[in-house]
């Protein structure tokens, strides 16, 4: 089997030649050399003998927010993020890991009746587009592994 055959197989029930083995390289990833990563995960994940499972590469769908203003403002390990429309605003509020070098939401965005209202606006006038550059992710990959 393939790697890709064997990852489908397996997500959906069906026999494989033998267990697929794909590690998410999240945060140990982006530690790694520079060679390493330019080369990319895809020959990383080949290299040691896994079934390249690549996640978290971005979607196949552009979402556009005509209408909203998206402004940011950060501040040592704090950043508030502000979705302005006209009929009114959100903020969410992250704060910095250093363990995880990454950023978590700790203040959600909505959290009062109003909030829900923006947010209903937001998501009557957002605009969604397929990317189709996906595709051709998809197409080079082929049988080497799967993208999600």
């Keep these: 089997m393939t790697p890709k ?3 489908l197989a397996a997500l959906t029930g069906q026999p494989v030649d033998r267990m697929p083995y794909s590690p998410f390289l999240a945060y140990w990833w982006e530690e790694q050399p520079k060679a390493r990563r330019d080369a990319g995960q895809l020959a990383f994940l080949t290299h040691i003998g896994a079934d390249p499972l ?8 552009k979402v ?4 909203v203003e998206i402004t940011q403002a950060t501040s040592q390990q704090r950043r508030v ?6 009929v009114g ?3 969410l509020g992250y704060q910095y ?15 009062t009746a109003e909030d829900l209202k923006v947010l209903q606006w937001i998501y009557e006038h957002a605009r969604i587009q397929y990317d189709a550059g996906v595709d051709a992710e998809v197409e080079r990959i082929g049988q080497d592994g799967l993208l999600l």
């Design 5 to 7: 055959e064997r990852l």
């Design 97 to 111: 890991s250093p363990m995880g070098n990454t950023w978590f939401l700790k203040d959600h965005p909505v959290s």
């Design 89 to 91: 605003s959100l903020l």
């Design 81 to 86: 993020e502000t979705w302005q429309t006209p």
């Design 54 to 61: 690549l996640r978290g590469f971005g979607a196949a769908w």
């Design 64 to 67: 556009d927010f005509p209408g």
